[in-house]
């Protein structure tokens, strides 16, 4: 490996399709062994930068390097270092779990003895060793899921990329990927990039998270850096029968208020302990004529941070049933 200890090098990443800017002049660097989480919107070039450094698509101008190598120049060799879990899955649905992951491991040369080995380990750690010689077309979404990430380990690479890892599952298949993969990480020293736009996930699996939109990375950092930037350390929303200038005046004038958002008839109110301050607060907004229909407190999220920096939400379900839909994911097939 060449740069220090720098896994994933990107420079002033630009590509553009036709007219849409899908990621526009993007750089970054993520270090050996940790989780770097790519967190944005539909639509906001997760995909499209995975697929620039996994080499699948160039970029329109800017470079990349992964594990050291310059993804355009140096394709091979990025993809030798590489396991790739695109968005869409990938797996034969008409081949058992065993033999999906045996045909990979062939694949990528990894000898017979040692293929067998990994691959009986991977299934225990992944929870599949009793439906192993079953066909896949009989697994849940989430035992889908959770085979092609244990196929992609069959050659053990040394940096991970995992698009939208638990994208379409239900939460209690999330959390079971989320736990297979922190003890992966636990058993293999690898680094890993993960794209969502789950913000839990983010936050719980990523060490930094870089928050994209339209192509643009808007804040970079540790969950707790980037919720540190945010005004207040809680969120107060606030449902009103009806708002008038009056009680937004209200609001915004009191000492423990740093900021507000509307939208439609809820307030987002950016304070400092709100649970100390909520009944202050409803009691001058009553004062002021107004009536709170209800009101509830939540610690900042990176969800706050994307509105923060956005001005809008990230609106999971909506996006989820969209992107399950387009999901644009190419089976990886290539040679050596
Ligand atoms: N092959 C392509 N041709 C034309 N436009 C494309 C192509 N691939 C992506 N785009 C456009 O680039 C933008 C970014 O798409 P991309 O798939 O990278 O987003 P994403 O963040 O992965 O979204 P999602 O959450 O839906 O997976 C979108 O506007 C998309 O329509
Ligand atoms: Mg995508």
Request: charged share 25%; no cysteine; proline share 3%.
């Amino acid at each position: 490996m060449g740069q220090d200890n720098k896994a994933i090098e990107v420079s002033g990443i630009t590509k553009k399709f036709g007219s849409i800017v899908a990621v526009n002049n993007v750089s970054f660097d993520v270090i050996e062994d940790e989780i770097f989480g790519f967190l944005g919107p539909n639509g906001a070039g997760k995909t499209t930068l995975v697929r620039i450094l996994t080499t699948l698509v160039k970029p329109t101008s800017g470079a990349a390097r992964v594990a050291g190598y310059d993804v355009v120049k140096e394709s091979d060799a990025v993809r030798h270092h590489i396991g790739v879990v695109p968005q869409a899955m990938t797996s034969d649905l008409d081949l058992t779990g065993y033999e999906n992951m045996d045909i990979y491991g062939r694949f990528y040369s990894v000898a017979a003895k040692e293929r067998k080995e990994r691959i009986k380990y991977l299934l225990e750690t992944v929870g599949l060793t009793a439906r192993a010689h079953d066909l896949v077309a009989t697994y849940s979404g989430g035992m889908r899921r959770r085979l092609e990430i244990a196929r992609v380990l069959v050659h053990r690479p040394g940096i991970l990329f995992l698009d939208e890892p638990t994208i379409g599952l239900d939460p209690q298949s999330r959390h079971v990927v989320w736990d297979f993969l922190r003890k992966l990480r636990e058993e293999f020293t690898m680094t890993v990039f993960l794209t969502t736009h789950y913000m839990e996930e983010a936050e719980t699996l990523s060490g930094r998270v870089a928050i994209i939109d339209s192509g643009k990375i808007i804040a970079l950092g540790s969950p707790s850096e980037l919720k540190s930037q945010i005004p207040g350390n809680d969120i107060v929303s606030l449902t009103a029968d009806k708002l008038s200038e009056n009680i937004i005046d209200t609001i915004k004038n009191q000492n423990y208020v740093h900021k507000i958002v509307i939208e439609n008839t809820t307030i987002r109110v950016y304070v400092d302990n709100g649970a100390q301050h909520l009944p202050q607060l409803i009691d001058e907004i009553r004062l002021s004529g107004g009536k709170i229909l209800s009101a509830a407190i939540h610690e900042q999220s990176l969800e706050d941070v994307f509105i923060h920096h956005t001005g809008k939400s990230i609106r999971e379900e909506e996006v989820r049933k969209v992107s399950y839909l387009v999901g644009a994911g190419t089976p990886q097939k290539w040679g050596r």
